[in-house]
């Protein structure tokens, strides 16, 4: 943008500016200024390997009967989209699950 074709219109570069040119002030820009994205998900992966953390039956964390995980961090996998939806996704299913087995200890207690 800074080539004479474009000079008209008077483009500049905005992010990191034209103050950062070399490998070094790249690497204190990307230092002081580099964040990772807003769509953290998969720390809690839900699967069967050895690395998951929440079963795929339930939601329930896996050696621990009281305790569900039921958010963006069961994402078994990193996606190219938005996590929003997932996360919806992940809690209208959960309910039902929840509902279920709510429903099925009332009818066995019965
Ligand atoms: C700036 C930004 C922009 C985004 N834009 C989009 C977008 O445009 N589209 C999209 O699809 N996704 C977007 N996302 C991602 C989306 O917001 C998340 O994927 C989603 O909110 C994850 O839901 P969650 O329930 O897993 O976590 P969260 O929404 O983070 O919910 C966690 C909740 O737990 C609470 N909490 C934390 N610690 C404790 C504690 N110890 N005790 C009690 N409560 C606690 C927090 O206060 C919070 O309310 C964006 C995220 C950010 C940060």
């Known amino acids: 943008m800074s080539q004479p074709s474009f000079s008209k219109w008077n ?4 992010s990191p500016g034209p103050t950062y040119q070399t490998r070094d002030e790249l690497i204190e820009w990307i230092r002081e ?7 953290y998900i ?10 998951s953390v929440v079963n795929t039956i339930n939601m329930k964390v896996w050696g621990v009967e009281r305790l569900r995980i039921i958010d963006a961090s069961v994402a078994p996998s ?6 929003q939806s997932l996360t919806y996704v ?3 299913r959960a309910a039902d699950l929840i509902v279920a087995e709510y429903k099925m200890k009332q009818k066995s207690a019965h």
């Not at 483009?11 to 905005?14: C, D, K």
């Not at 720390?43 to 050895?50: E, I, N, Q, R, V």
Request: proline share 0%; with cysteine; hydrophobic share 35%.
């Open 33 to 39: 200024y580099a964040t990772t994205g807003f769509h």
């Open 90 to 92: 992940v809690a209208a």
């Open 78 to 83: 990193s996606f190219s989209a938005n996590t």
């Open 11 to 14: 483009f500049q570069e905005v």
């Open 42 to 51: 998969g720390t809690c992966k839900m699967g069967t390997d050895s690395l």
